[in-house]
């Protein structure tokens, strides 16, 4: 099994050189094996995979593969009209996600390439494309399971657990804490942020349903947008601070983290800074935890 990150920014695509080594393009993950081809999210950074494949490929090869959206902010889908394997009429994409603001999948996509917006209509494309529309039910594919779960995030948004032979991965981009959000109006909100310097925390129900789905992963993506004290002042924004990535990922005894969905305004010496700051967290309760940021063309092998 190959993850491989092709966009790792939240929010918006920011090229420029304080972000070169780790990234600019928006979420895209691959996740395949020699067989199946799945792609997590088609943020700007799926316009370079879709380049890759039509390299990896001989030309007259049909190129079929899973794509699956976490939900449809514009960060998630800005790449979708610019995945040149949709190009070819051989090749045949199944797109995956759950229904937004009450609209269909399909529709969602539909107008996405409306005039308005790209002179592609989605029926003009000339690939063969079809619409799951998921809840929380799993997807099973030639050996893989590919489960939902619904994340903390405004409007609906999808996380996802993948099985194959044993190995696990899970992908939860944009995700904040319910155990933040639920109090914010509480008078004792800093003590909240406080316990977490000094152990295991208290998580509210609906982090620990987050933990029970990611246990025992392999490898977690996980939102780590913001700092803690960036998060104070961000508060129901629907992301994540690098402690409680840290945190689910202790609970859950993942073996290797991957901060994700960088935060535009953070330059590489900034995620330099976080990814020390999140080692020494998880070394301080003496987790043998692995901690990496998401970094674009990084690959993680799984045999
Ligand atoms: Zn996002
Ligand atoms: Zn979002």
Redesign the pocket.
Known sequence: MKIKFWGVR??IATPGQDTVRYGGN??CVEVSDEKNLIILDAGTGIRPLGLDLMKRYPEGTKIAGHLFITHF?V??IQGFPFFNPFYVPSNHFTIYGCEGAGKKLESIFMGQLSPEYFPVTLKEMPAELKFVQLTTRPVVLDGWTISPTYVNHPGLALGYRLDKGGRRVSYI??NEPFRYLLRQQGEHTDDLFDDLGRGAVELEREDKNLVEFVRGSDVLIHDAMYSIDEYKTKLSWGHSFVEFAVEVALQAEVKQLILF?HDPMHSDVVLDGLIKHARAVAAKRSSKLQVHAAQEGFEIRLS
């Open positions: 939240g929010s928006t979420p902010h960060d998630h981009t944009d969905h």
